[in-house]
């Protein structure tokens, strides 16, 4: 059965940086970040493919980067000029794709792998 652990979320003050880290059992061709906050929508808010494209929600564009590690099968999320409405569940999501799919096209519902989440709290 696939595994995603993440860890690294907190409570971190307006301005302050956070990076959230995530170890998959298996390897995969799309890995994303979503967040959730309460009474809203889950939001996709990076995503990177196997060639190491990344794609960023508007929102955090510039503050965020997305990145795979070293070691085998990791996921990173650095997040620096944290605001209050970060504030959420940050959730891992992995999936594997079809030749004529695109992983930049991938909602949450083509993700089949999920972490936990990891909650984020930014304070104003």
């Known amino acids: 059965q696939v595994q995603l652990v993440e860890s690294g979320g907190g409570s971190v003050q307006a301005g302050g940086s956070l990076r959230l880290s995530c170890a998959a059992s298996?390897?995969?061709?799309?890995m994303s970040w979503f967040r959730q906050a309460p009474g809203k929508e889950r939001e996709r808010v990076a995503l990177i493919d196997s060639v190491g494209s990344t794609f960023y929600a508007d929102s955090v564009k510039g503050r965020f980067t997305i990145s795979k590690g070293n070691a085998k099968n990791t996921l990173f999320l650095q997040m620096n000029s944290l605001k209050p409405e970060d504030t959420a569940t940050y959730y891992c999501?992995?999936?594997?794709?079809?030749?004529?799919?695109?992983?930049?096209?991938?909602?949450?519902?083509?993700?089949?792998?999920w972490g936990q989440g990891t909650q984020v709290t930014v304070s104003s």
């Open positions: 298996a390897s995969f061709d799309c």
């Open positions: 999501a992995a999936a594997r794709r079809s030749w004529w799919s695109r992983c930049a096209d991938f909602t949450s519902a083509d993700f089949g792998a």
